[in-house]
């Protein structure tokens, strides 16, 4: 597999092509703003290269500049949800962590974890029972 683009916005890597309206959904999601007004400041990597991938392969693909603290995969359980709940990888704290965001929500982690506003940890501490950051 060929290595991922560095870029300054947070990767978003789809990992799933089973469903391309769910891929739609999910994108305009991610682009539409919050009722504040927020949105999440991503890049989309939208190349059947990677279907399939798991946390740890895209892992190795990220290109050492690569600065961003997060990675965020859109995969089969983000694709078969109504709520997209993409899969958030810590790249500080603890490397290759995992949480769960819906992809209305993405835009509090990204935003935060960006601005060093909050850490990592904070998010998997708000998470509901199902393992998913629904929002503050």
């Not at 919050?34 to 392969?57: C, H, I, M, W």
């Not at 899969?87 to 819906?102: P, Y």
């Amino acid at each position: 597999m060929n290595q991922l683009p560095c870029t300054l916005e947070a990767l978003v890597v789809r990992t799933d092509f089973s469903a391309d309206g769910a891929w739609d959904a999910l994108r305009e999601a991610l682009f539409s703003p919050s009722k504040d007004g927020f949105l999440a400041n991503v890049a989309l990597v939208d190349d059947r290269r990677y279907e399939g991938s798991t946390p740890d392969q895209v892992l190795g693909l990220l290109p050492p500049e690569y600065q961003h603290p997060l990675l965020v995969l859109a995969d089969f359980v983000a694709v078969a949800s109504t709520a997209r709940p993409l899969l958030v990888v810590d790249l500080r704290a603890e490397r290759g962590r995992c949480i769960r965001v819906v992809a209305a929500e993405l835009w509090s982690i990204e935003n935060n974890l960006s601005g060093a506003n909050m850490d990592f940890e904070e998010f998997v501490g708000a998470v509901d029972d199902d393992g998913v950051f629904r929002g503050f």
